[in-house]
């Protein structure tokens, strides 16, 4: 099993930057690609990035393409995201994901239980 924690949610102000953390544990060895997704409310969750396990390759969806960047740093188990001139629409609970599959599909098996962030406009 993979237990995974979000951290560095909160209320900001649209065009301000954040940057989510999440740190792996267990079967970490395990992993092999990395993402996050979020969920607004009365929406359905959807995907942001993946990463794979060298960091070497990542996908990001068109919403947040240009603002956003994913990355990881293995020896500390940790995938973040660099989110920049944040928008109004990005207010949502941030998940992050892991899976062992090498492939950068949106399918995951483990996830943390969220972060919120917030902007206000």
């Known amino acids: 099993q993979v237990q995974l924690v979000e951290s560095g949610g909160g209320l900001v102000q649209a065009g301000d930057s954040l940057r989510l953390s999440c740190a792996a544990s267990g079967r970490t060895f395990s992993i092999y690609k990395m993402g996050w997704f979020r969920q607004a409310p009365g929406k359905e969750r959807e995907f942001v990035a993946g990463i794979n396990w060298s960091g070497g390759r990542s996908t990001y969806s068109d919403s947040v393409k240009g603002r956003f960047t994913i990355s990881r740093d293995n020896a500390k188990n940790t995938v973040y995201l660099q989110m920049n001139s944040l928008k109004a629409e990005d207010t949502a609970v941030y998940y992050c994901?892991?899976?062992?599959?090498?492939?950068?599909?949106?399918?995951?098996?483990?996830w943390g239980q969220g972060t919120q962030v917030t902007v206000s406009s």
């Open positions: 994901a892991a899976d062992t599959a090498r492939t950068l599909t949106r399918e995951y098996n483990w």
